[in-house]
């Protein structure tokens, strides 16, 4: 599951035609029976929609150059959510899949993963070329409310590696993973242990001390949002 949601997730970035990243988000696709779409945090598409009214601003969903205004399905008015429009050929040339749909709501005390692309991972090794690393952590349902859910890491808690590719930096700034999805470990009626998209991303602080989520379900199947 872990390779399932790393690959379902990318980063959508905005720059000034080729210059330097100005800002990166997290995006991951969704595929329901009557949609095809990408999903972000709603802040990420306005924090593009600031930088390209200051100035010309190219926006990418990873290697895509898309204009996201022209894509926009649906944006949450008291929910950090929006979805885009993506087609099949698109979603199987950026090389990625989609998560498990529909979402469940996680109780209290449930394990989820969350996934994401932060900033302070990316690098750009050459003009015009740009690399993200995915960053994804383990964590524990500490509340639910009718909007979202967060992951609050107690001051007792210790980091295990469980990848093997060593631990977060003290302190390390998470901006970036916005966007990205929340998976929950739940049953199913039928008794199945399965893995199901629980949140988005929508608010992180340092070194996934506490995580936030806007909740998944308030997404409907074509890709509107409820609230």
Known sequence: MVQTIMNSTTAIYWHADGGP??????M???????ALFGVTARHVYEGYLE??????????????VVTPQERLIGMG????????????????????????WPPKVPPVGAGVFVCGLPGIARDMPAPGMVTFKHFMALMCVDSVSERAISMVRQP??????????GPPPPNM???GMSGGPIAVHMNTPMGLTCWFLSAVVSEGHQAYDI??????DRINDDGTISG
Do not use: Y
């Not at 991951?28 to 009557?34: D, P």
């Not at 930088?51 to 895509?64: F, K, R, V, W």
């Open 156 to 165: 007792n808690e210790e980091m295990l590696d469980v990848l093997g590719k």
């Open 28 to 34: 991951f696709f969704v595929r329901t029976q009557k």
């Open 51 to 64: 930088c390209a009214e200051a100035e010309p601003t190219i926006c990418q969903i990873g290697d895509l």
């Open 77 to 100: 008015m008291d929910i950090d959510i929006a979805t885009f429009h993506i087609t099949p050929n698109e979603l199987a040339e950026l090389g990625h899949i989609t998560v498990p």
């Open 21 to 26: 990243v100005l800002h990166n988000g997290s």
């Open 173 to 175: 700034d998470i901006g």
């Open 211 to 216: 995580i936030h989520g806007a909740r998944a």
